[in-house]
């Protein structure tokens, strides 16, 4: 960026991050691992620039991010239907309507 190269505004970077995930999505229909993981890392660069961007510290973010989804997914493991202990007894619908739940919580 002090060089000059970089986006003038956000929606720039916000383009750039269309470009980069509909690159990821033809990189995973190739079947190419390799290309696969060049073309994430892109995004995530990409997504990086984003949080520079918008003052927001990428990697605060993160780990944000990541503890928000330990508590949600630790909310999901406590209220599990009646009779289904285990995750992989819950449909994919259970699991989801209890990460709302734990959203509309605040978790």
């Known amino acids: 960026a002090r060089a000059g190269f970089d ?3 956000t929606q720039g970077v916000l383009d750039k991050l269309a470009e980069e995930l509909a690159e990821v ?9 390799a290309a696969v993981a060049a073309e994430v ?3 995530l660069f990409s997504v990086v620039n984003l949080a520079r961007h918008l003052s927001v510290d990428a ?11 330990e508590r949600r997914f630790r909310y999901i493991e406590q209220h ?5 202990r285990q995750l992989a ?5 259970e699991l ?12």
């Open 41 to 43: 890392g892109d995004l």
């Open 80 to 84: 599990l239907p009646a009779g289904k």
């Open 96 to 107: 989801d309507a209890l990460w709302e739940q734990a959203k509309q919580q605040g978790l």
């Open 59 to 69: 990697e605060t973010a993160l780990r944000s991010g990541n503890a928000k989804f």
């Open 25 to 33: 999505r033809a990189a995973v229909a190739s079947d190419d691992q």
């Open 7 to 9: 986006w003038p505004d």
């Open 89 to 93: 007894e819950a449909t994919l619908a």
